[in-house]
């Protein structure tokens, strides 16, 4: 529900709650598991607390111990609060249908739901074919749906093309040519080798920056086409090579899932980061690497939000990688991230700069499929 929380009789302040999401050590997990067994779990959470000792618990920052009896309480966190920052918001990566395995939306629901929450544009990517194909049809259909007065806004609709075949460079040269082209995006040591097609390798023999590879990133520059690095498997110092020679080109590169996250802490140093941001690459942190859920659920979200402040807003793109069956409808991954960032009290302008301007700026986006508000 869109509006203030119900504010009781006895606190009628109007509060802004901001702290760390909390997280319960492995151990503490087990011992809860261990007295639910034991039916004795109830101990936790004494039928004798309060609404004024669960309030007591809230400003002593300790929300997590007690559950969503405090979580409740956050007058400043409801469904809406982000909605003006959606607002020309551009979502850089998500996994739309068709692809190879199922998603949560396919490419035309989505594009319909982006439209209506006014989003500026959003990049559909598979992991190994080119998608904007289907970006082009759904840009048709919203289009069409605007011209009908069916939709007030129709946002932009982009695709990727995927270097998961090849590094030849005639790739760009042709791609370059297709409407509703958003990004070239290297896909080496993902799926490659024993799964699925070839082992793509950024670095030559000598562990120097393939000339194919280089040649791409060149004409990326000339046709002012973005780069994405590639998975997550992307290691420091195959980035600083690219962001290096993107640099030296004047291409825009994005280093993908470049956040710290559960399953690789420390890809880079702080220091190290913001050398990547002075050789102007953008920095991405997605949603389904932050938030908890089924299919990452050994996730501390404080990690990548800690980061973000960490980092400023300096060329950080935030995205969802939404579209997994087990995340939900990728429109409403994209809500919570933002939701998430504004009670963990990252600034809303900050916020705004990070999905709106940068990767706008990272897309060579032009004016005309923004909201003027």
């Excluded at 759904?138 to 939709?151: C, I, N, S, T």
């Amino acid at each position: 529900m869109t509006g203030k929380a119900y504010n009781p009789k006895l606190f009628n302040e109007e509060i802004e709650h901001h702290e760390k999401f909390n997280t319960l050590p492995k151990e503490a997990v087990e011992a809860y598991r261990q007295a639910r067994h034991e039916g004795v779990a109830k101990s936790h959470f004494p039928e004798t607390w309060t609404y004024e000792k669960l309030w007591e618990q809230h400003k002593a920052k300790h929300s997590g111990q007690v559950g969503h009896f405090i979580f409740e309480m956050f007058y400043d966190i409801h469904m809406g609060v982000e909605d003006e920052l959606i607002v020309n918001s551009i979502d850089t990566q998500v996994r739309l249908y068709p692809d190879y395995v199922p998603r949560s939306n396919n490419i035309l629901d989505y594009a319909v739901k982006a439209s209506k929450a006014k989003m500026r544009a959003f990049v559909s990517q598979d992991h190994f074919f080119p998608t904007y194909g289907q970006a082009w049809c759904a840009q048709e259909k919203v289009d069409e749906m605007v011209q009908a007065g069916q939709l007030e806004f129709a946002t932009e609709c982009l695709g990727a093309h995927m270097l998961a075949w090849s590094h030849h460079p005639d790739q760009v040269h042709l791609a370059s040519k297709y409407p509703n082209l958003g990004t070239m995006l290297f896909y080496c040591q993902t799926y490659g080798g024993k799964n699925c097609g070839p082992t793509l390798d950024i670095m030559d023999a000598s562990g120097k920056l393939d000339k194919e590879v280089k040649e791409i990133i060149r004409l990326c520059a000339q046709y002012k086409v973005p780069v994405m690095s590639g998975h997550a498997a992307m290691t420091y110092d195959r980035i600083l090579a690219m962001a290096q020679y993107a640099n030296e080109v004047g291409a825009n590169l994005l280093w993908m899932h470049a956040a710290p996250w559960a399953a690789v802490p420390e890809r880079a140093t702080i220091k190290q980061y913001k050398e990547l941001v002075r050789l102007g690459c953008y920095l991405q942190i997605d949603a389904n690497k932050v938030l908890p859920s089924i299919i990452w659920p050994m996730i501390d979200p404080n990690q990548g939000f800690e980061w973000l402040q960490e980092m400023g807003t300096d060329h950080i793109i935030p995205c969802t990688d939404g579209g997994q069956p087990f995340f939900g409808d990728a429109i409403d991954c994209w809500k919570m991230f933002i939701r998430a960032m504004i009670h963990f009290g990252i600034k809303k302008e900050d916020i705004a700069t990070m999905i709106q301007k940068n990767p706008a700026e990272f897309l060579y986006l032009p004016e005309k499929r923004k909201v003027n508000n």
